[in-house]
């Protein structure tokens, strides 16, 4: 399998902090790509980063990855209250007609006002 | 951003009875969706691929008896939870790729939280 594996599984910390959460997997892939959950609703797709990139930015959120160790990481700067929410990263294969998104089990991040 | 519908948001049945979650991407075309079960404080596990036009494909350990799913459509996939028992009580969701596109990024509806009595 190459579910991805978050670390930590939960996170809490104060409103102005960096959060950063971590994903390790096993096989190669296409892309990673991480989401967001809140509490009961439907998952937010947040950013790709592709397996030739090491490093993306979009607004506050800073993802990189390391192919040679298979993982990658996901920077929240200035963390907000809203923030607090669920966040998985999955890991697209896809070829030979085959797609596979495989989520990780995720890192809870609360963010203490 | 790609939008998906998923109806409905919650129900809650008698063991025994039939249920059907609907899930409709509203301003796209998806070939291909994907259906989710989520136990609490848990990841997505991914139950089938629903491909239009053509039998879902099932992953390993999901009975396609029990959860019969239906992609008649290129913008409508539902999933029928067949004589429900409090077992199958969860939060379920879908989820859709956009046709044409090859990143792979998926678009989720905002699930369905099936309770059985």
């Known amino acids: 399998s190459q579910q991805g594996e978050e670390d930590p599984q939960a996170l809490s910390i104060q409103e102005g902090e960096n959060a950063t959460m971590n994903c390790s997997y096993k096989t190669s892939i296409n892309n990673l790509q991480w989401y967001r959950q809140n509490s009961g609703r439907g998952l937010v797709h947040l950013i790709l980063?592709?397996?030739?990139?090491r490093e993306k930015h979009s607004g506050r959120l800073r993802v990189t990855l390391d192919t040679s160790k298979k993982s990658s990481s996901l920077l929240i700067t200035a963390s907000r209250a809203a923030d607090t929410a669920s966040y998985f990263c999955a890991t697209l294969y896809s070829g030979a007609g085959s797609y596979q998104l495989t989520f990780g089990k995720g890192t809870k991040l609360s963010v203490i006002p | 951003g790609a939008v998906v519908s998923q109806h409905p948001s919650r129900v809650i049945c008698k063991s025994g009875t039939s249920v059907k979650i609907e899930c409709r991407s509203l301003d796209f075309q998806a070939t291909t969706m994907f259906w989710y079960r989520q136990f609490p404080k848990k990841s997505l596990m991914l139950m089938a691929t629903?491909?239009?036009?053509?039998?879902?494909?099932?992953e390993q350990g999901v009975e396609k008896d029990k959860f019969l799913i239906n992609h008649a459509s290129l913008t409508l996939s539902t999933l029928t939870v067949t004589s429900a028992h409090p077992e199958d009580s969860s939060f379920y969701i879908c989820?859709?790729?956009?046709?044409?596109?090859?990143?792979?990024?998926?678009?989720f509806g905002e699930g369905s939280r099936l309770t059985v009595l």
């Open positions: 980063i592709r397996s030739n990139e």
């Open positions: 989820s859709a790729r956009v046709q044409g596109v090859s990143t792979g990024e998926l678009f």
């Open positions: 629903s491909n239009e036009g053509s039998k879902a494909t099932y």
